[in-house]
């Protein structure tokens, strides 16, 4: 163990408890040097947990999680989840997936592998460690959605063979795949349908659209919209989604749950908020509309709240702000390893 860093870790995250041995879990967070996953690592750490992270990096990076290397309790394996996984753990976060449309658009093939052969080697360690596992899905699986606010007994409207089948249709196998074992083999079972999450630590050339605003306006460069722009989305905070995945698995509720913040904009009144909050000349221009782009979305959360006493609480307005002063430093940080 590096003193050095454990030090930094507990100077950055000074309430760090330490569990008794009886109280803490051994939990594997697949996809945990993501963006989302790497926010779920620091709060089960704080919580004193053991974690191991398995992780490709293909979207995530070391640099999320690096605080923690070193410490006794963290563990980071470099491993592709299409490919099995034996070790011993009482609890899978299973987050491994490239989320944002350029990311899983960019190797379709591999998109479905992750979530076909990659959850079913979940489900398999699940199977054998008598493991409970919760899988990261998504509002995606209700596709361009004819029904709203969107409630989790809808079945959705997905094209099986567009663009973006491979993340919608592999993420809606994975929570077949998920409820097969659980009736089949007893493997408990947790799913959360994650609507559009933001907030530090998203990749700079992610593709999603608060990364693309926000470092668009940092560079007075043309805010490009696509399609129209009346298009909606509901944006919750990263903070909000990791108290909602951590009351998802500690609950007895073992249906789809929405996690998402029903605060619905429009992506041209976004585009607008956004340039509003950064300043700056940037105009804001329309471009062509992407493909089987989902019109509406907004979450129905009565099930997270009565089942989850969840809700979220971060305003929209504080999240963006909070992300922008993020995005704001990585500019700088680019900019400042540019020059040397
Ligand atoms: P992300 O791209 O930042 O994180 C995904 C992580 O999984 C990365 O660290 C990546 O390297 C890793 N990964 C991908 N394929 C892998 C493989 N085959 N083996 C091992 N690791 C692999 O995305 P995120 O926003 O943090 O999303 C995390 C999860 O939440 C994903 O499953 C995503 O589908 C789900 N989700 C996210 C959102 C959102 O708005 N952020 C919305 C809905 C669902
Ligand atoms: N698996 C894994 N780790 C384990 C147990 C299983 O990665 O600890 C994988 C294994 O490679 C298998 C998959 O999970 O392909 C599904 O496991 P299951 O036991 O359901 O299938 P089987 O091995 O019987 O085909
Ligand atoms: N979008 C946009 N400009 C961008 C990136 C995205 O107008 O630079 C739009 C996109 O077409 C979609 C919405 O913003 O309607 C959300 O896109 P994102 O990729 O963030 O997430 P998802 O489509 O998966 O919800």
Redesign the pocket.
């Given at each position: 163990m590096k003193i050095r860093d454990l030090e930094q870790g507990k100077k950055k995250y000074p309430d760090v408890k330490f569990l008794t041995y009886k109280d803490r879990k051994r939990i594997l967070v697949?996809?945990?040097?993501?963006?989302?996953?790497?926010?779920l690592v620091d709060r089960l750490m704080m919580e004193g947990h053991e974690v191991t992270v398995?992780?490709?990096?293909?979207?995530?990076?070391k640099r999320?999680v690096e605080h923690w290397i070193g410490h006794e309790n963290f563990e980071l394996l470099h491993?592709?989840?299409?490919n099995p996984l034996y070790i011993e753990v009482d609890e899978i976060y299973?987050?491994?997936?490239?989320?944002?449309p350029p990311?899983?658009m960019y190797n379709p093939i591999?998109?479905i592998?992750?979530?076909t052969l990659?959850t079913i080697n979940m489900l398999g360690l699940a199977k054998r460690v008598r493991a409970r596992v919760l899988?990261?899905?998504?509002?995606?699986v209700y596709g361009d959605p004819e029904q709203h606010p969107q409630t989790e007994d809808y079945w959705g409207h997905v094209n099986p063979i567009g663009p973006r089948a491979c993340?919608d249709e592999g993420?809606r196998v994975a929570e077949t795949m998920c409820y097969a074992y659980n009736k089949q083999e007893n493997v408990e079972v947790r799913v959360?349908?994650?609507?559009?999450?933001?907030g530090p630590?998203?990749?700079m050339n992610?593709g999603?659209v608060v990364s693309n605003f926000i470092l668009q306006a940092l560079q007075n460069e043309s805010i490009t919209v696509y399609g129209d722009g009346t298009q909606t989305r509901s944006f919750?905070y990263?903070s909000d989604?990791v108290d909602g995945l951590m009351r998802l698995m500690a609950s007895n509720y073992s249906l789809p749950i929405n996690l998402?913040n029903p605060e619905e904009h429009t992506i041209m009144d976004f585009a607008q908020i956004i340039k509003n909050l950064v300043g700056g000349e940037s105009r804001i221009v329309t471009k062509k509309p992407m493909q089987d782009d989902p019109q509406r979305r907004r979450p129905d959360i009565t099930r997270a709240n009565k089942y989850l006493n969840w809700e979220p609480k971060v305003p929209m307005m504080v999240g963006i702000n909070k992300t922008i002063e993020y995005f704001r430093n990585e500019l700088r940080r680019s900019r400042h390893s540019e020059r040397n």
């Open positions: 697949t996809g945990g040097a993501g963006f989302v996953g790497s926010h398995v992780d490709n990096f293909f979207t995530g990076r999320n491993h592709d989840i299409v299973h987050l491994a997936c490239p989320a944002s990311n899983y591999k998109t592998k992750t979530s990659g899988l990261a899905s998504t509002s995606e993340y993420k959360a349908r994650i609507f559009n999450t933001f630590r998203m990749h992610d999603r919750q990263v989604l998402g």
